[in-house]
């Protein structure tokens, strides 16, 4: 298996664009995560699926921030509008049966700059 | 509120030498704590994982120390090399009832020759 596939791997934007970044989980994991990473704040869980529906978006910043999963194979995160304060790291993370031993398989990530 | 705290924010060590990295967590709810190892460019990776039913577990030259009663859990390297220099998360999660990681800050560790 490939791994954990997220996209792009870098995004620049401008201040006010809208940022889409995609992530494509291992084939037959059931449970998807997104994740924020910063110097200041380290790995923050923004959201995670499971079975494809939304489990806890408690971590989500704020309402221009939003995730989807229309199918176990692909998820998105969005934000319209992008701030500079927005400028991160992004993983996606999935793993399988996440109740007894959660453990997490990462993407590269995607590196995020707002100007 | 930052429920795992991990300490140092880095940490040399020379080669050969010991890295000890330590996590404290608030939730007595947690049952289950990961140390990740993330290489610079990529996402973090699983490295060992600890119970609370047991005080330590040893991998390798990884070792989890695990105090209950402290609420405190601790990765050593031992003979740390320089391949070893990266990126260290511990992590707790509570999995009868939520499947999520918390993660602490991170530490990261240069292993000089």
């Known amino acids: 298996d490939a791994g954990v596939i997220q996209s792009p791997r870098h995004e620049v934007t401008e201040m006010g664009q809208e940022v889409t970044l995609r992530c494509k989980p291992i084939?037959?994991?059931?449970?998807l995560f997104w994740y924020r990473q910063t110097m200041m704040r380290g790995l923050e869980l923004l959201i995670y699926f499971n079975n494809n529906v939304p489990i806890d978006d408690s971590g989500m910043p704020e309402d221009r921030f939003s995730a989807k999963m229309p199918n176990a194979s692909f998820s998105t995160l969005k934000i319209q509008p992008s701030e500079p304060r927005d400028s991160a790291v992004y993983f996606c993370a999935s793993s399988l049966g996440g109740g007894i031993v959660p453990k997490l398989f990462f993407g590269s990530g995607t590196q995020l700059s707002v100007l | 509120q930052q429920q795992v705290k991990q300490s140092p924010q880095s940490l040399i060590v020379q080669k050969g030498g010991i890295s000890i990295i330590n996590c404290a967590y608030e939730?007595?709810?947690?049952?289950?704590f990961p140390w990740y190892q993330q290489f610079p460019g990529k996402g973090p990776a699983l490295l060992i994982a600890?119970?609370?039913?047991?005080s330590e577990k040893k991998e390798g030259r990884f070792t989890i120390s695990f105090n209950k009663s402290a609420k405190q859990f601790s990765l050593h390297i031992m003979d740390s090399q320089p391949g070893d220099s990266a990126t260290y998360f511990c992590a707790a999660a509570n999995t009868g009832t939520a499947s999520k990681l918390t993660f602490g800050t991170g530490t990261r560790l240069q292993v000089t020759l």
């Open positions: 084939s037959g994991h059931d449970y």
């Open positions: 939730n007595t709810a947690f049952d289950y």
């Open positions: 600890i119970r609370p039913d047991v």
